[in-house]
Nanobody, 118 residues
Framework: QVRLVESGGGLVQPGGSLRLSCAASESLFTNYVMGWYRQAPGKQREMVAI???????NYVSSVLGRFTISRDNAENTVALQMDSLIPEDTAVYYC????????????WGQGTQVTVSS
């Protein structure tokens, strides 16, 4: 089972930036989707940004132009650069991975708190 370890959460003021990082315990070579979900108080968990093994990315519309997902295959990591943060971005952010020949395996990180407040 691939383990995911997250870092980079914290408290920032509106308009500020944070960079989240997720490290996988082993390399994923093909057939994977990796990214970030978030869950705000009183709301269901939603996909924020994902990146696939071929580099394709996708974002929830509310973060377009503000968040950027990237990967570093040499370090087995994926990062989420979050700029122009707004209070609505406040949530627990979870790294997510699905992989395998039919994407049959799934892993979740432990979650990291992002709070945007003045």
């Amino acid at each position: 089972q691939v383990r995911l370890v997250e870092s980079g959460g914290g408290l920032v003021q509106p308009g500020g930036s944070l960079r989240l990082s997720c490290a996988a315990s082993e390399s994923l070579f093909t057939n994977y989707v990796m990214g970030w979900y978030r869950q705000a108080p009183g709301k269901q968990r939603e996909m924020v940004a994902i990146i696939t093994d071929d580099g394709t990315t996708n974002y929830v519309s509310s973060v377009l132009g503000r968040f950027t997902i990237s990967r570093d295959n040499a370090e087995n990591t994926v990062a989420l650069q979050m700029d122009s943060l707004i209070p609505e971005d406040t949530a627990v952010y979870y790294c997510y991975l699905m992989y395998g020949s039919t994407y049959q395996y799934k892993s979740w990180g432990q979650g990291t708190q992002v709070t945007v407040s003045s």
